[in-house]
């Protein structure tokens, strides 16, 4: 039960339209879906360990006012330059674009950083936490139910790769373009907004 339970927590993550939803579809749709799973790699490495941040009791550490200011800094930071890049961006569309293995390592960085460099997302789960350690009080459970959640979120963002790739025929570089520029414009207002929020 607390794995359905933790599975359903974890898709329902999706109705969450962050800065890594952008960057991953844009990853996924411009470069591949190995790049794309890349990303996806490194925002769940993130979550893995806000999630044992959580569980050791070190949020308390994350919440300092201090701590959370200097975090969300970071993080404004980091998507401030993502929405930048993007703006100035050429679209170009590729029947396949090689990438070399090397050259994946950069792209789990940034779905990690930007992940992990939001303070939003360390409220989230400090909140599952909290709410799974209330009504599990069975370590091995609440185990279970935090791993669930974990493979929820993996899914939706694996899901979004794929399907990313299925649309890619349907695009013109002018829509591509179109979109690179929409993408820029919505990080650029995330990272004011998260600068906002911690100040």
């Known amino acids: 039960m607390s794995f359905i339970e933790g599975y359903v927590i974890g898709l329902g993550m999706i109705i969450f339209i962050g800065p890594v939803f952008f960057l991953l579809l844009n990853s ?3 470069y ?4 794309g799973i890349a990303v996806a790699l490194g ?11 959580c569980y050791y009791g070190l949020s308390k550490f994350i919440t300092i006012e201090q701590n959370e200011f ?13 929405g930048v890049n993007y703006l100035f961006k050429k679209a170009v569309i590729t029947a396949n674009v090689s990438m070399n293995t090397r050259g994946l390592h950069v792209f789990f960085i940034k779905g990690f950083s930007v992940n992990f460099f939001n303070p939003f997302v360390f409220a989230v789960w ?9 009504k599990y009080s069975d370590q091995g459970v609440l185990f279970v139910f935090l791993t ?15 399907l990313s790739k299925k649309v890619k025929r349907f695009i013109s ?6 979109f690179f520029k929409v993408t820029g414009v919505i990080l ?5 907004r998260l600068l906002y929020w911690v100040l």
């Open 70 to 82: 200097w975090i969300g800094v970071i993080g404004s930071v980091i998507v401030f330059g993502l």
């Open 188 to 192: 650029i207002i995330f990272s004011i």
């Open 173 to 178: 570089p002018k829509r591509l373009s179109t």
């Open 126 to 134: 400090i909140g599952v936490f909290q709410y799974g350690k209330s």
């Open 148 to 162: 669930s959640v974990l493979l929820g979120i993996l899914t939706t963002d694996l899901l979004k790769v794929f």
């Open 28 to 30: 996924s749709f411009q």
């Open 32 to 35: 591949g879906t190995k790049e």
């Open 43 to 53: 925002i769940i490495v993130s979550d893995i360990i806000c999630v044992l941040l």
